[in-house]
DNA sequence: CATTTAAGTTAGCTTTCTCTTACTTTTCTG
DNA sequence: CAGAAAAGTAAGAGAAAGCTAACTTAAATG
């Protein structure tokens, strides 16, 4: 997880469009991310170069075996996050924008020891 | 906190420089965070537009009142994230480098909600 | 005192990611 | 079926943040 911060929010938002709607689209992804559609459609080409996604002839995304690995583990991450910061009392909004961030920035090992803790605190 | 990874880094650590050394420069900064000079030149200029810092004749540069809060409370989120993450078993390498990431992106008030818990995790 | 070294800056390049503008293609719909 | 709307893409611009190369000063040294 290095500096792939807009690669995974693309791969997240797409995960979570397709268990939203029966196909999913660029035009989706940009009204969801609130960008527009050349930018999706740039990105778009790198996720297929970079084998994360693929697009058929209709123009249906869909994630790969890659980008699903890397798409879940984000969105775990950003549930897991949200929901704990919530659970503190952060408000819905600042919580989800903090989990939006950090979710990109959590090594796997620091993300297991934390779940770990939170779940159960008193070891 | 939104796009300022960058200066904050620079400001965390002209604080951290400060405490270490007499004076601060230029040179120092790019050798602690192992980034060129002209790079470091470059982000003074902006700091010092931002009135974040102060440079003097001699090229000694101080943080501002403004500095200094952003700064510190970045220094704050770095040093409890990563104690944290070592006290749950993380590498020692883990927890910095997911601290240093992670510290750009969490609001005071989940900050202070996270603190509150993780000190204090049975209410 | 002349030369070398250290520090700082300027200019120009690269990458990443967004944007706008403008084009094509496809698909409705009246 | 003709025109409009929707979807996608290509090209070019701009902001950040880093780099290298090359320059200017200032300080240190032999």
Chains 1, 2 share one sequence.
Request: aromatic letters at 6%; glycine letters at 2%; proline letters at 2%.
């Amino acid at each position: 997880m290095h500096d792939n911060e807009s690669s995974e929010n693309y791969l997240e938002t797409i995960l979570i469009l397709s268990e939203r709607l029966p196909v999913v689209r660029s035009v989706d992804i940009a009204e969801e991310m609130n960008i527009t559609k050349p930018s999706v459609s740039v990105a778009m080409k790198k996720l297929r170069e970079n084998e994360c996604i693929v697009v058929s002839k209709a123009g249906f995304i869909t994630l790969t075996e890659k980008g699903m690995k890397i798409a879940s583990s984000i969105y775990e991450r950003h549930t897991f996050l949200s929901n704990w910061l919530i659970s503190l009392g952060v408000s819905e909004k600042t919580a989800v924008r903090d989990a939006c961030r950090m979710e990109h920035y959590i090594s796997e090992e620091s993300f297991s020891a934390m779940k770990q803790f939170i779940q159960s605190p008193n070891k």
